[in-house]
């Protein structure tokens, strides 16, 4: 195989891989603005504080620890015990179930029928007090994700390539779990929307919510239901992406990956969200490696997603797998 | 009409800024946002020096110092914001922390006739004190930096890089594009063959470069950069494998937080310095006693001998030296900015002082002059054993290529001086 052939393919499969984890943050996102008609602007926020959350939790590290010996003039940082990676990942879920509970009490039953865009400046609120929440509970320093996901070079592959083309494939082994992850995730969630009762109430809401609470549905457990779903796929894409690169403030940024992702695959639809992930992690990995680097001096990744989404955008609006909003006068 | 005139005498006295009673420091610190991580061990080091002056000598000269701090969230317009709301407060030296803020504070901090020490960062050609009256950033500058990393690296190669390749991973921003001039100035000279590998802000995804890095496979990659992209940088040359001893970060690329996320992997990356790693220097003694047990520490002393805490640390020590030269100079305990201006102009670092300091072998020797505001282009490398979980040096202090920095370095302020208006003199 003639080797830029090779090289090619490499990007594309690294291309695919990427646009998994792309996809993992769009879909929470998805989830919120699918059923409750919120752009979500905390969704990177919750995936920053879930993953701190988690690895406080398996640390033994105390929450608010700062606080607690500011006021009480103790010295206590840690339990003095490590919680096994499974457990925590329950324990943390409890808190995003708990912190979508509290979002939905305190925040968003008090704006029910207000504008969309009031709904967005709340969650711009909560992304803030989320983020300073978070350094408060589990301080600022730059933690380790240790969940015991394999991370690295895939030999397997490497070894298989080099022997059919003459070059070795890289692939990291955690973008391959990443993909099985998020592979089970979206067939879970279509599961659970399609075949479980609230899964279908969540998909009546989703369509009419007025005309699902005249049917007995109840707008509040859906929500609460939503947001913690939502608050699940952060806490994955958390680990992912922590395991990457650590667990740190920057994970919030995060969410910028996703918005092109959204523009193309459409702001309701979770396969919508997969796709348009593999289709931006694709085309911009190519793109670099094609034209970018060679001609362009290099870094194009995160504007030419942006530029490629604008230009799906053009022809049709609504995204890949949105639905398109036919408005009767 | 009297308290009138008695309070128009008050103010006029003050907008005169007559020396203060205190010595002012103001601290631009980022506690907090995506950066905090490395801004609080820099903010603890500049603080708790302070703090062991004024606990153990009574401050600078018997002058106590007052040191302001102000959250920048590594945030250029705060930082401006901060610079404002302290300068009046008699403040003697900023230490902007931040390019970014250094910049918008070079015209500002020189109007107001207030020195700004940018310390490994900022401006390079600030170093031409003829043009950059108020400016200064001794020890080292970011071009220092890039030629002490390919004096390592002549070194390592028997003095050839003849036909050798080396990558530069750097932040696509005004900081990471810094050291292109340079290193394309010294790949002519020593035959090398340079390429540029960009990483878009914040630097999460790097997969693209690396792939690069992993196809062409360079002899060295030298990185230049900042918060996420360097804990993603050396967790995916661990992922393709690529040897961590061949890897050299800036200064900035080089604090424990940076390696500790990709844990064993990490081991044998190296990174640039300007000053010394670890805590095995008697001022940390001093320290302990003075500051951590009389819980007056600025954190909660657990970063003290970080690569980040010990910087802080030396930039306070650097201030509190031009405060000494300046208060012999000008035969007061009390300063003004000008009086601190004409301290930082006058310093001189040797090996004996800093030893009197309880920091010996701490930082490279170096002296300042009207026409050198930046010192004599002095670094080591520090490597990484992620065993012992700590940074020691590798080599002794490096000074750069004068020869090919010198002349870039007038270029540049010769052309800001022009497009400023600025007639050089000294």
Sequence with gaps: MPEQLAFTIEVFLNGLMAGVLYALVALGFVLIYKASGIFNYAQGVMALFAALTLAGIIDGQVPFSHLINAILGTDIHHFGWHVPAF???????????????????????????????????????????????????????????DVGLPQG??????????????????????DIVASIIAALLVIGLVMFAQY?????????????????????????????????????VALVAGIMWGTKSGVQFSLSLIALKALPVLMLGGFTSIPGAIVGGLIIGVGEKLFEFLIGAPFLGGATENWFA?????????????????????ERV | ???????????????????????????LSYRTGPYAANGIPFADGYADYFTLLNERDGGIGGEPIRMIECETGYNTEKGVECYESTKGEGALVYQPLSTGITYQLIPKATADGIPVHSMGYGRTSAKDGSVFSNIFNYPANYWDGASVAIKHLLDLNGGSLEGKKIALVYHNSAYGKEPIRTLEELGKKHGFELSLLPVDHPGQEQKSQWLQIRREKPDNVIMYGWGVMNQVAVQEAANIRYPMDQFIGIWWSGSE??????????????????????????????????????????????????????????????????????????????????????????????????????????????????????GNGYGAVAQWDAAADSWSLITDYIQSDQDVLAPLVTEDAQAFAAESGIEPSC
């Design chain 1, 87 to 145: 457990l925590a990942i329950l324990l943390t879920m409890v808190v995003m179930i708990g912190l979508a509970y509290a979002v939905q009490r305190l925040v968003f039953r008090h704006l029910v029928g207000q504008e969309p865009i009031i709904l967005f400046m709340a969650t711009i609120g909560l992304a803030y007090f989320l983020e300073g929440v978070g350094d408060l509970m589990w301080g600022s320093d730059i933690k380790s994700m």
């Design chain 1, 153 to 174: 070079l895939n030999t397997w592959i490497d070894d298989t390539t080099f022997n059919a083309f003459g070059y070795g494939f890289f692939i990291d082994n955690l």
């Design chain 1, 196 to 232: 479980t009762k609230q899964g279908r109430a969540m998909r009546a809401v989703a369509d009419d919510h007025q005309a699902a609470l005249s049917v007995g549905v109840s707008l509040n457990f859906i929500w609460i239901l939503v947001w913690s779903l939502a608050g699940f």
């Design chain 1, 306 to 326: 942006y530029m490629l989404a604008l230009i799906f955008l053009v022809f049709r609006p609504q995204g890949l797998f949105g639905e398109k909003i036919i």
């Design chain 2, 1 to 27: 009409m009297k308290l009138k005139m008695t309070t128009l005498a008050l103010g006029a006295a003050l907008a005169a800024g007559p020396a203060m009673a205190e010595l002012v420091f103001p601290s």
């Design chain 2, 257 to 374: 937080n940076d390696v500790r996320p990709a844990g064993e992997k990490a081991n044998g990356y190296k990174a640039l310095t300007f000053h010394n790693v670890g805590d095995d220097f008697p001022v940390f003694d001093d320290i302990q006693k003075f500051v951590v047990d009389a819980g007056k520490a600025a954190g909660a002393g657990d970063q003290i001998g970080t690569a980040l805490y010990n910087r802080g640390l030396y930039a306070a020590m650097l201030a509190a030296e031009a405060a000494k030269t300046a208060q012999g100079i000008h035969d007061t305990k009390a300063l003004t900015p000008a009086q601190m201006r004409d301290g930082m102009e006058a310093l001189e670092i040797t090996e004996a002082k800093m030893a009197d300091l309880g920091l010996p072998n701490f930082g490279p020797e170096f002296t300042v002059s009207c026409e050198n505001h930046g």
